[in-house]
């Protein structure tokens, strides 16, 4: 029995982070989202090495926004949103909420993201204008594949990493790949500002239209000259432009306290995927007989999670139930598959793909964080060990 409860997460804002940002909230800053926004928002941009960055107040939001934008700022052929069967809930709910049809694709069982086969039979079936595409737990998706194919086939792409902050493809860091990435800096991911989200793009235009979307409409964000040119052709003068909305925005920004912790964030972040990394890969040697994910080729896995996959659903309770007795955090594989959820069924009726519906009955997750040690490693490994005594998967 271990004597310590070892939790899925551990916070990345220590107490060096709150002694620091105890010292800064005696200047008496401004919180609201400010200088300090955009400090972060161009720092972020270097670290994962785009053009632009747009820091808004959740991964989920981030998602919503990109979603929006994509619609907004392209006169797309339909209103298909391919989307994984294996992700996280506000990856299907904006496509819902904003009134698109989602189409569902199934996951692969080696690197946990889509399946590239499926994904191409959707592509010429329903021609969907957009891909949203989730790496899980860290693990990179078969990105050169992907992206080939939504050239070939003129789909935009949406990337959502809020799981893999520092994963790489042959030595680029997944965020880079899409239109538009997403990310999540909500405790427990990677880093943390408390809740937060971000935005990556190489397009002005799309970065433009982020940040209007982000404060209500109006075109307090931009730059001088988009601004100039907006209110010059609505004919709006510079005192109507105060309360003038050239988009139907929302309100999803953060705040400037919480991109002074993501500052300070970065400044350790490497060092933390270091970490998870190496984890990574100890727990790949203790496993690797069960069953345990592929990296694709040249990737680099910045790991959320370790997925683990039972011989069955009895066996997946049997075995978190055996976790939770030994003070070992675990949840259900993400959500299993988004087409048994009840908010699709209730819409569209159950959808089950083959391999979604492995993981939605066999799938699970054990923690991975960046203060775990080798120790708790093992002993999590050695439970579920003794729990399979031959391989789950053939």
């Known amino acids: 029995m271990s004597q310590n409860k070892i939790t899925l997460a551990k916070d990345t804002i220590d107490n060096s982070d709150i002694d620091h940002l105890i010292e800064w909230l005696k200047t008496y800053p401004r919180l609201t989202k400010g200088e300090m926004t955009i400090r972060f928002e161009e720092e972020w941009s270097k670290w994962i090495g785009c053009k632009y960055s747009v820091f808004v107040n959740s991964g989920s939001s981030a998602n919503l926004l990109m979603l929006y934008a994509a619609f907004e700022l392209y006169q797309l052929r339909n209103k298909k949103v391919a989307v994984p069967a294996l992700g996280w809930a506000t990856d299907l709910s904006p496509i819902m909420q904003l009134g698109l049809e989602p189409i569902l694709i199934d996951c692969n069982l080696e690197n946990l993201a889509v399946d590239v086969k499926h994904l191409e039979e959707i592509f010429i079936q329903e021609k969907p204008s957009v891909l949203i595409l989730v790496s899980v737990l860290g693990l990179s998706p078969h990105m050169k594949e992907i992206v080939d194919l939504c050239k070939l086939h003129n789909v935009i792409l949406l990337e959502d990493n809020c799981e893999s902050q520092g994963s790489k493809y042959n030595g680029v860091k997944l965020g880079n790949f899409g239109l538009m990435s997403s990310f999540s800096t909500y405790y427990g991911h990677t880093m943390s500002t408390i809740e937060g989200g971000m935005i990556t793009t190489n397009d002005k235009a799309v970065y433009e239209i982020l940040k209007q979307l982000r404060s209500h409409g109006w075109d307090r964000d931009l730059d001088q000259a988009r601004q100039n040119e907006l209110r010059s052709q609505w004919g709006i003068d510079d005192f109507s432009a105060l309360y003038t909305f050239y988009v139907p925005g929302f ?131 050695s439970c579920i060990s003794n729990e399979f005594s031959e391989r789950i998967i053939a």
């Open 251 to 381: 309100n999803l920004r953060s705040t400037d306290l919480q991109a002074y912790l993501g500052l300070r964030q970065l400044q350790k972040v490497d060092s933390m995927i270091e970490n998870r990394n190496k984890n990574f890969h100890l727990f790949k040697r203790y496993l690797s007989s069960l069953w345990f994910p592929e990296e694709v080729e040249n990737s680099y896995t910045s790991s959320f999670c370790i997925p683990i996959l039972a011989k069955n659903k009895s066996n997946k309770i049997k075995l978190a139930k055996r976790l939770f007795e030994n003070q070992i955090e675990c949840r259900p594989l993400i959500c299993g598959s988004m087409g048994t959820q009840p908010f699709y069924i209730k819409k569209y009726g159950r959808k089950e793909l083959p391999n979604a519906k492995i993981i939605d009955e066999q799938g699970l997750y054990i923690p991975n964080h960046h203060l775990l040690s080798g120790q708790e490693i093992e002993f999590m490994c």
